[in-house]
């Protein structure tokens, strides 16, 4: 069974899409941008503010599922420049701490809103 992941915690959709899904032990978030959940637009333009409103976004929607951050196993990020890459990585592991979900960080040459950095997840529910 499958069920939806709503929270204004996060940004709403903005498209024809959940924010999550659960589906048995398993949580899939969509594609988190740097959106502020009150507003809908982007915080700023730099990736150090989106990529941490994108995390922050990301963990909201993990917690309406019941879920923290060290149940997270898999995790990808789009970036729009491979240059912030190292950037991203500091504010990665300061987000996740000890725990290192497998991941994945693609350069892609554009994404919505003209954001610079969408993360998206897989936890596992215990």
Known sequence: MLSTIQTQAAP??????????????????????GLDPTTGELK?????????QALANLKAVLSEAGC????????????TD???????????EAFFGSHK???AVVAVSALPKNAIIEIKCIAYRK
């Open 101 to 103: 979900p497998a991941r």
């Open 12 to 33: 709403s959709a903005i498209g024809p899409y959940s924010q999550g899904i659960v589906a048995g032990d398993l949580v899939f978030v969509s594609g988190q941008l």
């Open 68 to 79: 923290a951050l060290t149940q997270v196993a898999s995790v990808d990020v789009f970036l």
């Open 44 to 52: 700023a333009q730099d990736l150090t503010t989106q990529a941490r």
């Open 82 to 92: 491979m240059n912030d890459f190292t950037a991203f990585n500091a504010i990665y």
